[in-house]
């Protein structure tokens, strides 16, 4: 057991800072993932991220730390808080956003780096490892920053919610271990308290932090729980509080309701039995990172003989952790560490939304890594020393191997970086890897019809209906694609199943609202949208969309209304910027019209109808230039925009242009637009020409 050290040994009187090491680590990890940063918005990143008002001002704080409930970023202000600044600095690019993500693993690497580096160093490990604290500690950083098991929380840019926290739980262990070893503590304990507050803010995994933190204090630096607490009360106890504190206010706000806890179809058996399998999986896919997938579903595992198999060998490994602490105490310090941090996501306590997730490993992987390299290097150096070979020898083949699996490991990230390169590959690769994962199909139909492959997608919905008549969820998306190809009266009647089945839905009414629209039945599209406002008064889309109907009603001020409300819950949203400027150009506002139009094609600039709406402002104040270029702009942006064509025409016509005005004519027709009676005797009479 420990000797009760208080302190952690200081290097080597003249020994440098390892440099080279913390550079390679930066190094082989920017590599791994240097074709990850186009990597587009996938699954939860999309209400997170994109549809996120929180986001949009980085200096209304009031706003940033209180993210919508229903996403992942819900009671996580600092994670709300990282992503506003991406939103600041890129916008919806998602280069920032995976840089972000990169240098918070980056980081998280290399305060794995000084944890190991400086707990090997400490009695009594610094005997047996002797002259390879900085070997060992860069081998297992090494390994971990490079393992593909890691990319899903790297590369899918909203967890970095689990990265971020594992920072952060990584720089309260360090504060922790420098304090020790610092003639003055104070101030890293009150860092490392202060990053548990942090940690706290991003995710709830730090909860076990304070119990870990006290655990090493006992193994490595105490001869006593009792003295560790004694000697290091302010950070004990500050840790504690903290986190005690969080989960009371997390528990009073109700927080993550609607996805954690009972009432969702899930008992804690259900999801413990689950859970067992899970942990089990994850430990075949430390060693061996294959299949990786993005979402598992939300399935239960019932299986008896499975489940009691995962249970034995969880319970072994238990039980050897138990062991460990009289003979092996740094062992079982890792043991702890692996399930502690995995505890608050793989116990009792039902996620239903998610059964099962490669990413609450991520900083779990470090501590089977760590087991798996000192024993390796033990094995190792115990064989090198019964088969007396050279030390050139027996240094140079381990520094090989490592080479190898870093290489290995690397590349397989690599390869896994180009899963995510597209909605429409993340989701095929899912549906190999777990075809039975209807959820994962659903998706895959969702990116297919954003990409614009309306039959693919039909198929896909049609194919998910045949397994499942009542997800209602694959009905509604169905109708979506069948409102875009005007077979409204078939996305009617998906819509009204899914509404039957689902009634308190508010985006169920919603695209109903958009297919009676569509099909010309204003009066039920009004209802509808309006039942869409009641459901969910705070999401901007639904008012944008009711203003729609309110326009073609004649009702101009009210589609106003409600633009100018969408705008305030959500001021980047650029439909209801066009949508108040089409209200206001028919209110005669035509100024204040401009204004819409000019900042909608600011946020959108290949937003065909906006550059044909805002030539048609600049026609009627004779500016006949500038509404010239704007139908150029359309019709280059959409050519078979025959509304472009003809105004483009009338333009033409103004400025004397008979001859172009007569060539967007007949391209007006060979689209099936036909011009108004009136304006082509006026070009016939003016031109002299008659066809």
């Known amino acids: 057991m420990t000797n009760g050290r208080t302190a952690c040994s200081p290097p080597a009187p003249g020994a440098r800072p390892p440099y080279l090491a913390c550079l390679l680590?930066?190094?082989?990890?920017?590599?791994?993932?240097?074709?990850?940063?186009?990597?587009?918005?996938?699954?939860?990143?999309?209400?997170?991220?994109?549809?996120?008002?929180?986001?949009?001002?980085?200096?209304?704080?009031?706003?940033?730390?209180?993210?919508?409930?229903?996403?992942?970023?819900?009671?996580?202000p600092l994670l709300n808080l990282t992503l506003a600044v991406n939103v600041a600095i890129s916008g919806l690019e998602v280069w920032s956003y995976h840089a972000l993500n990169l240098a918070v693993h980056l980081l998280a690497a290399l305060l794995l780096f000084g944890i190991l580096r400086r707990s090997l160093e400490l009695p009594p490990l610094a005997e047996r490892y002797r002259g390879a604290t900085v070997g060992l500690a860069l081998s297992v950083s090494l390994l971990w920053v490079l393992h593909p098991l890691q990319t899903e929380s790297v590369t899918y840019v909203i967890q970095r919610a689990e990265s971020l926290a594992g920072l952060f739980y990584l720089a309260v262990l360090y504060g922790a271990i420098r304090g020790a070893g610092s003639t003055r503590p104070l101030g890293w304990h009150v860092a490392a308290v202060a990053c548990c507050v942090l940690g706290a803010a991003t995710k709830e995994t730090l909860v076990t932090a304070p119990a870990l933190v006290l655990l090493y204090d006992r193994i490595f630096l105490s001869p006593s729980f009792r003295e560790a607490w004694r000697r290091r009360t302010l950070l004990h106890a500050g840790l504690w509080a903290i986190c005690l504190l969080h989960m009371a206010l997390l528990f009073a706000s109700g927080g993550h309701r609607d996805s954690i806890g009972l009432g969702h179809g899930v008992t804690p058996w259900d999801y413990a039995q689950t859970q067992l399998v899970a942990i089990v999986h994850y430990l075949r896919l430390s060693f061996w990172p294959a299949p990786l997938v993005l979402d598992y579903g939300q399935g239960i595992v019932r299986d008896p003989l499975r489940v009691a198999s995962c249970a034995a060998l969880i319970a072994a490994l238990l039980a050897a952790t138990v062991l460990a602490f009289r003979r092996r105490p740094e062992l079982a310090f890792l043991g702890a560490g692996f399930f502690a941090i995995l505890a608050p996501s793989s116990s009792v306590v039902p996620i239903a939304t998610q059964t099962m997730a490669e990413h609450r490993m991520y900083l779990s992987l470090a501590a089977v890594v760590t087991l798996t390299v000192l024993a390796a290097w033990r094995a190792w150096t115990h064989a090198a020393s019964r088969l007396r070979w050279p030390g050139a020898w027996s240094k140079a083949l381990p520094a090989v191997a490592l080479a190898a699996a870093a290489a290995a490991l690397g590349a397989a990230t690599f390869r896994r970086n180009e899963d995510y390169r597209s909605h429409v590959a993340i989701w095929q690769d899912t549906i190999r890897k777990r075809p039975d994962n209807l959820r994962a199909h659903l998706s895959l139909g969702v990116a297919l019809k954003a990409a614009g492959d309306l039959p693919e997608a039909l198929r896909t919905f049609d194919a998910i209906l045949a397994r499942e008549p009542g997800y209602d969820n694959a009905r509604n998306n169905r109708g979506n694609v069948l409102v875009l190809l005007g077979r409204h009266d078939e996305a009617l009647a998906d819509f009204d199943r899914a509404i039957g089945q689902q009634p308190s839905m508010a985006d169920y009414y919603a695209n109903r609202g958009i297919a009676h629209q569509r099909a010309g039945r204003l009066d039920p599209a009004l209802q509808d949208h309006s039942r869409a406002v009641q459901l969910r008064p705070d999401h901007a889309p639904y008012y944008s969309n009711r203003a729609v109907v309110y326009e073609r009603l004649g009702r101009f001020r009210e589609a106003v209304a409600d633009c100018d409300r969408a705008l305030d819950l959500h001021p980047a949203f650029t439909p209801a910027c066009f949508n108040r400027g089409n209200a206001l150009m028919a209110l005669g506002r035509l100024d204040e019209a401009l204004a819409d139009y000019d900042e909608t094609l600011r946020r959108k600039p290949d937003f065909a109808e906006a550059h044909c709406n805002r030539g048609n402002l600049h026609m009627q104040a004779g500016r006949l230039e500038q509404a010239l270029a704007d139908y150029d702009r359309a019709i280059a942006l959409k050519p078979e925009y025959a509304k472009a064509w003809y105004n483009r025409a009338v333009a033409h016509f103004l400025r004397k242009d008979f001859a172009r005005a007569w060539e967007d004519v007949?391209?007006?027709?060979?689209?099936?637009?036909?011009?108004?009676?009136?304006?082509?005797?006026?070009?016939r009479e003016k031109s002299g020409q008659f066809e």
């Not at 986001?55 to 919508?68: H, I, K, N, Q, T």
């Not at 637009?673 to 304006?679: D, I, M, N």
């Open 25 to 76: 680590l930066i190094l082989a990890g920017t590599v791994a993932y240097s074709n990850s940063f186009h990597g587009p918005f996938v699954f939860d990143d999309i209400t997170a991220i994109e549809e996120n008002p929180t986001l949009l001002r980085l200096g209304a704080l009031d706003r940033v730390l209180s993210p919508p409930l229903q996403t992942t970023a819900e009671h996580r």
């Open 666 to 683: 007949r391209r007006c027709r060979a689209l099936g637009f036909t011009p108004l009676p009136a304006f082509l005797q006026s070009l």
